[in-house]
Structures are given as C-alpha cells and as structure tokens.
C-alpha cells in the first residue's frame, strides 16, 4: 500500500526529473560531439562555433516565442509536444547528409529543450506546492548530472558502427518512452495548497520580484558561460596546462552535490539565495592568484559547487512572484539566462585583450558581487 501511495504522489516528479535530466544529456552529448561532427562534415572551428550558437540561439527565442503559452494551454499538452520534437529533431539529426540539415535538427532541438525546461520546472512547482522549494535542488541537480553522464555516453558510442549517431539514436529512443509516459500521466497537483500559497496566486504577478530573479540570472549565467568557455584556454595560457577540460568536467560535477544540498536544506533559502553568489565570487578572485595545476583543479571544484547553489534558491522564489504564472515566470527568467550568456560570453574577448584572463576573471567576479546585493534584496521583499 506504502509503494501505491508514493508512486501515486511521486509519479509526476519523476518524469519531470527525467526530462530535466535529458535536457542536460542533451547539451553535454551535443557538446562532446560536436568535434566528430566536425570532422566528418570537415568543418573548421569557426564553422563548429556556428552550430554551437545555433542551439544557444534556439534556447534563447523558444521561451520568448511561447513563453506564457503554457499558462494558457496548459502545462501537460507543452510537454507532450515538445517531448516529441524532441525525438523527431534527433531524426533529423540522424538522417542528416550535410551540416546544414544537421543545424536544422540541432535547432529543433534546442527550442524544444528549452521549452521542456522552463515548463517542467513551472510543471514541478504547481504540482508540488508544499515541497516545491526542496525539489528545486533536486531537478536542477539533474541537469548537471545529465551533463556529466552524456560525454561519457559519447566516448561509449564511438566504439559503435554508427559512431556519434548512436548517441542521438539512445536520446530518440528515450524520448519517445518519455513522450508516452507524459501522455498517459494526469497533471493534477499532488499536493493541497495552503492558504498562503492560494493568497499568493491571488495577489497575482510581482513584477519587482521577477526582474530582481532574472537580473541574478542574467548575470550569473553570463559569468558561468563566459568562465566555462575560456576556462581551458586560461589554464593553457597561465599554467601551460592542456588538462583545462577535466577541470571542465570538475565544475559541473561540483553542481551535484551542491543542488541536492540546496534541496535539502531549502528552509534556509533566504541566505542560500546571495551565500551561492558570494563563494562563487570569493573563489573566482582566489582562481586568478593561483599558479599551480592542482591547487586551480581544487578552486574550480569549489567555485562550480557554489555556482551549483545559484539556480535552484533562485527558482524557490519563483512561485512567491508569479501569481500562478509559474511557467511565465520561469520562462522569463531562461531568456534572461540565454540573453546573459550571448552578451557577457561575447564581451570576454574584448575583457582579455584589455585585462588579460586574470583581470577579465576579476571582472566576472565583480558581476558575482552585484548578484549578492540584489539577492540580499530578494527575501525582503514583501507585497503591498
């Protein structure tokens, strides 16, 4: 009877936890891959750059396309739809006879991932409202682990006759399992609300609220992106070290613990929500004094388990703001994060050539310290 009663109340957790974690299957397979891709349509590293920013550029516009799309059709039917493009983009990937239709899939993709993101998270959030704030760590600690996992995965399906494709044939199949497990589960909220939680709908969209959340975001992802991105070349540079990429995969796996932990200990959310910003600073600045291998490998561990603690006391606010327009909500703050990415990614080139790469690193970790104070504001903020 106890299995029945916790199958029936987690049911709907799990498949947003699964499509959660394939979306980061998805970005760290895709990015493992894109080398081979490379070298079997002989693409130059520019051209690899290209395809890179064509999925970048499709997580950005989906959530502004359709960002409330799903308050108003509903949560259940967007991720049944979106699930499926998602097998049928990696069909098109698979079917692919040049780099042309291989970006087409990749965007495909990309849009659709980005949908399922924000909405399971919204998904998760209305159907969870007593336990939402502790689940927040646990879905988006399933991303990072999708994204450690998949490089992994990729190495596997290189030992197979299809090569890369294998690993987009295993997504497809997931997919379509995910896709029929959607379909056939009910999307009624397994927890009752509280008065409070009904009194917060009722007050409808805070608006000072959700700009405070997507500028953190905005900023944040900004600096994770533009570190992640010149990360190996730093270590290169400075240490003269070519192992930039296990510190790489060093700093999502620090992500893990940290977003579980964070789901634990929701209760104290408050100063979760700016103590994550202030260690990833702390330690970013400490990053740049550092001139040994091992000692930038320990600092980097610590700077993606703060990092990890970011996202998930973020998205605790979210239903305190939205006025039941959770997927609104979330669906802002992941177009804030593609916005962030693209501009601060974009201006790193310009930062090194002025600073070098231990004065741009400073500069992101100055970002971090606007993130603190506006944090701190987050948890005072009260309606009136």
Known sequence: ???????????????????????????????????????????????????????????????????????????????????????????????????????????????????????????????????????MGYITAMFALGAVIAPLVVGLTLTTPWGWRSFFVLSALIFLVLTFCLVKTDFAPREESSPSELAQVEGGMYLKGVALLCTIMFIYVGVENGFCFFLNSFMADTLNSSRGYLALSLFWLAMIPSRFLCGLFAQHRSRLIYIAPLGAALMLALLTSLTQEILVFAAVFVFGFFCGGVYPNVLTYVADFAGGRTATVTAAITVATGIGATVISASFGFLHEQFGFNGAFLVLAALLGVDILIAAMVPRLQRH
């Open 1 to 135: 009877m106890k299995k029945t009663t916790y199958w029936a109340k987690n049911d709907l957790s799990l498949l947003f936890l699964l499509s959660i974690f394939m979306n980061g299957f998805e970005t760290g397979g895709y990015q493992a891959c894109l080398l081979y891709v490379g070298q079997e349509y002989d693409l130059s590293i520019g051209q690899q750059g290209m395809l890179a920013a064509v999925q970048l550029f499709a997580t950005m516009i989906a959530p502004l396309l359709l960002g409330a799309l799903a308050d108003k059709i509903g949560k259940k039917i967007m991720l049944v739809i979106f699930t499926a493009c998602r097998a049928l983009s990696a069909g098109l990937i698979l079917l692919a006879t040049s780099s042309l239709i291989f970006a087409a899939g990749i965007f495909v993709l990309g849009f659709a991932c980005s949908i399922v993101q924000y909405v399971a998270i919204a998904g998760m959030q209305d159907a969870y409202p007593l336990t939402r704030n502790r689940r």
